[in-house]
């Protein structure tokens, strides 16, 4: 499949999971891809998995400071001349690994959080969007997270943030909508990342590894190429009639009150 050949595209938190499936993914699909990402090693690695001829540039890059935000789009613009698809995965769990209640919670976690999950978001759309304006013509998929439609999954800046992307994901598809310019998200459920690691090394190293994902309908976690796969789908033509949707990706997982003790 070649649904994205001649496209360009920017793909955030390409160092990791689902970034890095993503990036892989277009790429093998024809696009080239720029892959971003705070951390030089994550990215060096995820450039060791693209495919063999693909177009490509790596750069790393803070998502929440704005000049580093424009400075890429503008390099971006000025390398491939356009940019077809954004793909906003860069996130943050937390800063300090711990989910306390609110009245614990730490001002400064939150703003970390928020900078990164939806300023950073914020960002990459504001410094993109008008090129795609120009064009009439654009896609952009934000990664939100099961935890921006309920409680349960992460903790309250996380949680908060993905709320956040979700409602921007909808109000930037209103803006933008006019100009042909399309905006989406995507909402994992627990999915096996760097992002998540400590979630799984404490399941299997307290015997508990097949409780993982035991909550969803299809009584499993996901995998980064799942929610690619989605990414992907609402990025390319087949969702040219899709913009201001959040589309959970989570074995079902939000189908259900899916409260403590009622499942099996």
């Known amino acids: 499949m070649e649904r994205f050949h001649q496209r360009i595209a920017l793909v955030t ?10 990036a892989v993914r277009l790429a093998r699909e024809g696009a080239a891809v720029v892959i971003v990402d705070v951390s ?37 613009l000025k390398t491939y001349g356009k940019l077809d698809v954004l793909c906003n995965i860069a996130g943050i769990a937390s800063v300090s690994g711990a989910h306390p209640a609110i009245t614990e919670n730490d001002r400064d976690e939150w703003e970390k959080v928020l900078s990164v999950n939806l300023i ?21 998929v934000n990664v939100a997270s099961v935890a921006g439609i309920r409680s349960g999954a992460g903790g309250n800046a996380y949680s908060a943030s993905k709320a956040g992307v979700i409602n921007l994901t909808k109000t930037s598809a209103c803006d933008l909508g006019g100009d042909n310019v399309r905006v989406n998200a995507v909402c994992p459920g627990l999915v096996e990342t760097g992002m998540t690691r400590a979630v799984f090394d404490y399941a299997r190293a307290h ?21 690619a796969a989605a990414i992907l789908f609402l990025a390319s033509d087949d969702a040219s009639y899709i913009t201001g949707q959040a589309l959970p990706v989570d074995g079902g997982n939000t189908a259900s009150l899916n409260l403590p003790g009622m499942k099996v």
């Open 40 to 76: 030089e090693p994550g990215l060096l690695e995820t450039e060791s998995l693209m495919p063999e001829g693909a177009r490509y540039l790596r750069r790393q890059v803070d998502v929440s400071d704005e000049k580093q935000v424009q400075a890429l789009v503008a390099e971006t």
């Open 207 to 227: 015997e508990k590894a097949h409780k993982l994902g035991s909550r969803c309908e299809l009584r499993r976690y996901g995998a980064p190429e799942e929610i």
């Open 13 to 22: 938190g390409a160092g990791s999971g689902i970034g890095r499936a993503t």
């Open 120 to 140: 950073g978001t914020m960002l990459f759309i504001k410094h993109a969007a008008p090129h795609m304006q120009s064009r009439k013509l654009g896609a952009i």
